[in-house]
């Protein structure tokens, strides 16, 4: 951003009607399109530079080009060692493909799972979590998935499942659970029998080089840069039919596909610039539903945010790649129950009442990170998570459960037993919800209050 844009809460006061109007327009466009610029910079970040046969994309570091229809696996449980994912999952190995079907339909295989819990969540170029694949939508069973476009028309062939996709670009993230070091080989196996093809007749090239357009480390800002890399996406891939005529109104701010090629007059620019700064501010700030206790929910979609763009904007700015809630939901907390910052320094107890633990049908977990990072912390006993997988906690006679949270070792032997160590310093929490029963997914569960503890 230069230093001529306006403070990011309010346009100018010295605006005219027109410019209000120009700017408020600019608003909507950069909210209806910022998804697209954050699926870009993933996708830049996240395709593989070099392809399983060690071929380099592009012939520089600074170089656009990237795999697509390739797939990239973390092969270990993340841990504080591990710097370059914010919230970190603890409990599952991670799996990722972009996938490029404008050339036609792809298959993914994927093993049988057995009695594991996993699912490889789909995501088209707008950022809506349209489909799954895994143990609660198609099963455990070994199975071949016909992935196609919006344009495909055509028959699935026997024996595998269609998967119709709203965009051509698509991200898959799964997520593989591990139930601790001893059992991370046989998720790496698995891994390992995750395939790509081309369908039956189809030009798909596997793997094919894409040029990805930006490079990760570019930041909202620049106007021009904006409008390219969005217009481009939106020639490439055009808004659903519903939202057509709402982004041909966007052209008079430069944005939508007939903009592709012109050049962003000064009013535009400045009125993109401001909406820019405005929008990102804004939804950086913006308080996720507050659900009692200290407890928040940040993300709350199904499978499309339908015409709800602000909150697609704010999902993409802050929580991309977030699977919808009847898959996972991600409860949060920063403050305890009184509303004060939470400081490892300090002790905790979240008490789940008899009958009252978290109801899902894959598994919970909770985990602690750094505030200052978005980072899990070192602690003496390497334990960075604690669930309904956690051995030896020890519950209350009555079927409950208490979990101790601090930076330091409780003195109580229980608590000791049912103590998810935090960071030394200020320090949130996240609640991991897989397959959540209807209680949480309407809001009827009442989560334990973050109860401090007097020193």
Known sequence: MTSSIESPETPANSATGTENADYDLAVEAVQFALPLYEMARMRSATCPRVDHAGRYAGDSPETLKRWANEWFHTR???????????????????????????????????????????????????????????????????????????????????????????????????????????????????????????APGSAAQIPKLIDAGVQPTEMLGNAERFAQVVNRLLADHPPPREAQAVVARFAACGI???????????????????????????????????????????VDVRATFGENYRERAQVALCYIGALGIEEAMYITADTDADGATLDGNASYVLHFAPNNLPAVDAFW??????????????????????????????????????IAISANMPSDPTLRRNWLPAPNDRFY???????????????TFVYPPIARQAA
Not at 265 to 288: C, I, K, N, S, Y
Not at 429 to 443: C, D, F, G, N
């Open 76 to 198: 270990v449980l993340l841990g504080p060692q591990h710097r370059r994912v914010v919230t970190p999952n603890n409990d599952t190995l991670y799996s990722s493909a972009w996938f490029d079907l404008s050339d036609g339909p792809l298959v993914i295989r994927v093993p049988a799972m057995n009695t594991r819990y996993y699912v490889l969540g789909l995501l088209d170029l707008y950022t809506n979590p349209f489909g799954y694949i895994g143990t609660r939508t198609t099963g455990n069973e070994a199975g071949a998935f016909f992935l196609h476009g919006p344009e495909w028309h055509g028959e699935v062939p026997a024996g595998m499942r269609a998967m119709a996709c709203p965009t051509d670009t698509v991200w898959l993230i799964g997520r593989i659970l591990v139930d601790g070091e001893a059992d991370l080989a046989a998720g790496v196996h698995l891994q390992d029998q995750l395939t790509v093809e081309p």
């Open 256 to 298: 939508g596909a007939p903009c592709m090629d012109n050049v962003l007059d000064p009013a535009q620019r400045d009125a993109l610039e401001r909406a820019l700064a405005h929008v990102t501010h804004e939804l950086a700030g913006e308080p996720p539903l507050a659900l009692g206790g200290g407890w928040a929910l940040p």
């Open 365 to 402: 977990s909770l985990t602690a990170y750094e505030k200052a990072t978005y980072m899990l912390a070192e602690n003496a006993i390497g334990r960075y998570s604690l669930g309904d997988r956690t051995r030896g906690l020890e519950y209350d006679a009555d079927g409950g459960l208490r």
């Open 429 to 443: 929490l996240a609640l991991r919800l897989y397959v959540p029963r209807e209680t949480h997914l309407a809001r």
